[in-house]
């Protein structure tokens, strides 16, 4: 078993250091007499049998704890450490003693398992025990809905909070009077004005109803957990990341696009393309005292981008034959539907905003639920808490992406 095999090397590899720990001992000991048996050759002193016998008997020493470590070795390389594998929300929940006991539901009716963003994607020694002895029928392929992918998350600064709610102060105005000052004159006051705003921490959460057999189905809860609740719970996620209006009362977040600076072209250009406008964003994010860290686009417009061509049919950026990551004016690009179409948003992501995760993503399973023990159902509920904080609302940019270039005609000939 796999878990059994890691506890193994891990047993292997602290046995060989230690007996390489025990080698270097007596080598220094060795070293020991044999200066000793150097300096009374060197008086022409008579060397004694005592130590002649301690020399041996050290040496023989040394001679079986390095047959010991080849052995060891040989015994490390039949069995390597099992290399680190990615964990998902899913493997979580079915690796935890809790569900594998089984425990929790047979005396509360619930089984509760909490996640840690940092913890998903360690290693598989982070779990107790193993999990290989579930049961794991299969019944038949699930066709799933299409997934998007989502990162606007991974653009942003982490944060956790145990607050209910967050308060910014925010720089409302800063008037700087710095000057140069001679001597004995008095030095000038600069004038900062403050604000501050409050960012609420929401619960995002869904639940769905399964058969309780499923419980003794690894594979099919974790598919569940993965495709359907954690997905569905990071769909809405992004949503609110982007387009919540910070309305407590229908427990919405702060988004970014909403608080967003429209679009302004502060050049002297009287024209210019898509590409154009997402460079002059990242200006007017600069402008700001902000540096730009990346894009969102709808995937429409992340398309047209990619496949606009020159005058001759040459892609501009597009590159049908790569897989590099999307970049845009050396920022990241993040492709996504929450994005509305033809709207975009540029901005200083890892300085000027910040998420705050109050509860990680957390699964509770119970069968106690309205009917759910006389209908052998479970209630299978997925929810987190989580703030976003926007410290400096100038440091996003959003508009409608639109090019000012008069329309190119095709060459001619």
């Not at 023989?60 to 010991?68: A, I």
């Not at 072209?265 to 902000?290: F, P």
Request: glycine share 8%; net charge negative.
């Amino acid at each position: 078993m796999a878990g059994t095999n890691e506890n193994e090397a891990i047993e292997l590899a602290t046995v060989l250091k230690q007996k390489q720990a025990e080698v270097n001992k007596v080598i220094d000991e060795v070293k020991g007499l044999g200066e000793e048996l150097k300096g009374k050759m060197d008086k022409s002193d008579r060397v004694t049998d005592e130590v002649k016998h301690d020399v041996d008997k050290l040496l023989t020493e040394v001679n079986g704890l390095k047959s010991q470590i080849h052995d060891l070795e040989q015994a490390q390389a039949r069995n390597p450490v099992t290399p680190e594998v990615k964990q998902t929300l899913g493997d979580w929940f079915v690796k935890s003693n809790n569900y594998k006991n089984c425990t929790d539901l047979r005396e509360k009716g619930q089984i509760s398992v909490e996640v840690n963003r940092k913890a998903i994607g360690g290693t598989a020694g982070q779990f107790s025990g193993d999990a290989s002895a579930l049961l794991q029928p299969q019944v038949v392929d699930l066709v799933s809905l299409p997934q998007q992918q989502l990162r606007v998350r991974d653009l942003l600064m982490q944060g956790h909070t145990d607050a209910e709610a967050i308060y910014i102060p925010q720089e409302a105005a800063f008037d700087n009077k710095a000057s140069g000052v001679k001597e004995g004159e008095l030095k000038p006051e600069s004038n900062i004005t403050f604000t501050s705003t409050m960012a609420p921490v929401i619960t995002l959460a869904h639940f769905i109803k399964a058969s309780k057999q499923i419980l003794s189905d690894a594979s099919a809860l974790r598919s569940i957990i993965d495709g359907r609740l954690q997905y569905g719970l990071k769909l809405k996620e992004e949503e609110q990341l982007l387009k919540g209006r910070g309305v407590q009362e229908s427990n919405e977040l702060i988004g970014l696009i909403p608080n967003a600076t429209p679009f302004m072209n502060t050049t002297n250009l009287k024209s210019y393309s898509i590409i154009d406008q997402l460079r002059l964003a990242m200006l007017q994010v600069v402008l700001s005292g902000y540096s730009a860290t990346g894009h969102i686009l709808n995937p429409i417009q992340w398309a047209e981008i990619e496949t606009a061509k020159d005058e001759v049919g040459r892609y501009i950026i597009g590159n049908p034959q790569g897989t590099a990551v999307p970049m845009m004016w050396g920022q990241p690009v993040v492709s996504t539907s929450s994005m509305p179409t033809g709207q975009f948003l540029t901005g200083a992501f890892k300085m000027a905003a910040q998420i705050f995760d109050r509860w990680d993503m957390k699964v509770d399973i119970c069968y106690s639920d309205k009917d759910d023990f006389t209908r052998n159902m479970v209630t299978i509920l997925c929810e987190e808490r989580l703030a976003l904080a926007i410290y400096r609302k100038d440091a996003f940019v959003t508009g409608t992406l639109q090019s000012t270039l008069p329309p190119t005609l095709p060459p001619a000939g």
